[in-house]
């Protein structure tokens, strides 16, 4: 059994769902303060929902080094109902060359890999000419609210520099490193409550129906294009998920109707020109209305350049493939260490079973995502060592 798979095995044997760690930061911890990382525990949140977080880092004795930083999460979606699971979730479970578990996929192979990879780089090369940083929330599925956000608040406060940034999310579509997700899309959310006056439906005259004031902004809203995308991102979407209005009685008019929405956006567009656009198109239709905001988290982009050149070799060297450039799916860590890093991607096994029942990896994949990782440092040590002075 290779170091990389039995790793994966005892991280996936910790039932670590969000926002329970489950001692996998401690074990990850052990691990890398054995080949020289210096390792912080950060603890946030209320009492009953205790977020655990690890930065480690492998600092350089070179002045003005870089740093790069490998990302991820221990915490686990919860394993849904076990009577549809065909082993244990939290017993790592071989069938026809796949490891069965919770987390195999996300991600704790990712994390095993990333944990291997520094380990082996390091054995051969002590004192690489860049910082190496590790950085372990149990808050990723959660909340989000005390996890890598907390973490990278306080690295700021510190002036703790980063420089390029791999987080592990589960990112290829049939194997390892067909895909690379280089950016993510913005995420906003609002509860718009449009105010009429209630009323009986036979006296519509003695009432003000606010489903029928706001349907010819949502009608305009469903139709306005917000941004025409460009070469890394779709269009900017805004989407209904909600819609509630009434009393539950057939002959009352309704003195309030609820609308729950989502703008999905691009690097196009700004949180505050989203904001301002929908504000002028429900004052165009004079609504009374009250609107709140959720800010999910701001676009993000890594344009081809140095960190996806690195890593692309890096595949290209281990698997022969040339990766997708990708900015679909949902949001990641990786918004919140992009406020503080220039360079941020997401790399990391197949996607196809994450957060389902029998969620499981190729082991074929395992070793080879730790290979990546683990070349990736030896193509930027190459490079800071070429440009050293």
């Not at 691990?31 to 492998?58: M, Q, Y």
Request: charged share 20%; aromatic share 6%.
């Amino acid at each position: 059994m290779s170091r990389t798979l039995q790793l994966t095995e005892q991280l996936i044997a910790q039932a670590s769902v969000t926002p329970e760690d489950a001692q996998c930061q401690a074990l990850l911890g052990e691990r890398l303060k054995a080949c020289g990382f210096e390792c912080e525990s950060i603890v946030s949140g209320p009492d009953h929902f205790r977020v655990t977080n690890l930065w480690a880092l492998h600092p350089s004795r070179r002045a003005n080094a870089g740093t790069l930083v490998f990302a991820g999460h221990t915490d686990v979606v919860p394993t849904g109902p076990l009577n549809q699971w065909q082993s244990d979730p939290f017993t790592p479970t071989h069938r026809d060359g796949k490891l069965y578990g919770r987390g195999a996929s996300d991600m704790k192979t990712s994390l095993a890999a990333m944990v291997v990879a520094a380990e082996e780089f390091l054995a051969q090369c002590p004192d690489p000419a860049f910082s190496i940083g590790m950085l372990f929330t149990s808050d990723e599925e959660g909340p989000a609210l005390d996890g890598t956000v907390v973490v990278c608040n306080q690295l700021k406060a510190r002036g703790q520099r980063l420089d390029w940034c791999i987080v592990g999310e589960p990112t290829a579509v049939k194997q390892t490193g067909d895909m690379i997700k280089n950016g993510r899309r913005g995420t906003l959310s609002g509860k718009l409550t449009v105010r009429g006056i209630q009323g009986h439906i036979a006296y519509p005259q003695l009432a003000r129906n606010p489903i029928h004031e706001l349907a010819p902004a949502l009608t305009e809203l469903v139709a306005t294009l917000w941004d025409q995308g460009n070469d890394f991102f779709p269009p900017t979407s805004w989407q209904v998920s909600n819609i509630h209005a009434g009393t539950g009685a057939s002959n009352v008019i309704p003195g309030e109707c609820v609308v729950d929405f989502n703008f999905r956006f691009s690097t196009e567009s700004t949180v505050e020109s989203l904001q301002q656009r929908l504000i002028a198109t429900l004052d165009k239709h004079s609504l009374d209305y009250d609107l709140k905001w959720t800010l999910g988290g701001r676009p993000f982009l890594t344009p081809p350049g140095d960190l996806v050149g690195i890593v692309e070799a890096a595949i290209q060297g281990e698997t022969g493939l040339r990766p997708e450039l990708s900015t679909t799916g949902g949001t990641s860590d990786g918004r919140f260490i992009a406020q503080i890093c220039p360079q941020v991607l997401e790399l990391g096994p197949p996607n196809a079973t994450i957060h389902k029942v029998d969620e499981h990896v190729a082991v074929s994949d395992i070793e080879t995502l730790k290979n990546i990782y683990r070349r990736v440092l030896e193509n930027l040590q190459q490079r800071e060592a070429a440009a050293a002075p």
